[in-house]
């Protein structure tokens, strides 16, 4: 059982390049989110997703697109990334509704030079 | 949105010292969960406790939900505890909300 994966672990992209950082989990859960983490502000959500087909914004969308077509996967889109993107990415999943445990995958720190 | 302030925002603890987290929110959860996010950078579920009281070894949780705040309790703290300890908070509308976290070194 891998739980959350997310792939790469590590990237330098040139601002204005493009990427997706991927994000799968086998645990059947239903709620799936991205969240960003930069020194001394705690993790923000991104955007979130409560099963396939519907996304939603969180604290700081700007810049990132996400979808959803299976319940497994929950890619997450930097179409024009920017230096202010540089940070450490954190996909999460938990079981449908508003309760139970977050489960995180093990991040992907981007660098946006 | 809601707001989750955690103190301390730093503690430094000798090997076997026993300590007490703080986090505070602003509304009425129904979501509330502890993390550590080790050195490497893990983040690592600790308790999910929106009311009550729970315990895991040497550590342990409380929430008393409608004075709006939760207390993570370290007793016979060991190295392997160092680490930042985060908090989350959600309403009910699918935004768990962390606070800046207590970073805590824990020295032999």
């Known amino acids: 059982n891998a739980g959350v994966t997310q792939t790469p672990k590590f990237q330098v992209l040139k601002t204005g390049q493009s990427m997706t950082l991927q994000c799968a989990q086998d645990m059947n859960h239903e709620y799936m989110s991205w969240y960003r983490q930069d020194p001394g502000m705690g993790l923000r959500l991104i955007h979130y997703?409560?099963?396939?087909?519907?996304?939603d914004q969180g604290e700081v969308p700007n810049g990132y697109n996400v979808s959803r077509s299976t319940t497994e996967d929950f890619p997450l889109r930097l179409l024009l990334a920017a230096p202010s993107q540089t940070s450490v990415y954190f996909c999460?999943?938990?079981?449908?509704?508003?309760?139970?445990?977050?489960?995180f995958g093990e991040g992907s720190r981007l660098t946006v030079l | 949105g809601i707001q989750v302030e955690q103190s301390p925002p730093d503690l430094i603890l000798q090997e076997g010292a026993n300590s007490t987290l703080r986090c505070n929110f602003s509304?009425?959860?129904?979501?509330l969960q502890w993390f550590h996010q080790n050195p490497w950078g893990q983040l690592i579920n600790l308790f999910y406790?929106?009311?009550g009281t729970k315990q895991n070894g040497r550590l342990s949780a409380t929430t008393v939900a409608t004075e709006r705040y939760s207390l993570l309790y370290i007793s016979s703290s060991q190295t392997t505890d160092s680490g930042v300890y985060f908090c989350a908070v959600e309403l009910g509308d699918y935004k768990l909300s962390f606070g800046a976290g207590t970073t805590v070194t824990v020295r032999a």
């Open positions: 999460a999943s938990r079981r449908q509704g508003h309760t139970g445990e977050l489960f």
């Open positions: 997703s409560v099963g396939a087909g519907i996304t």
């Open positions: 406790i929106p009311s």
């Open positions: 509304d009425s959860v129904n979501n």
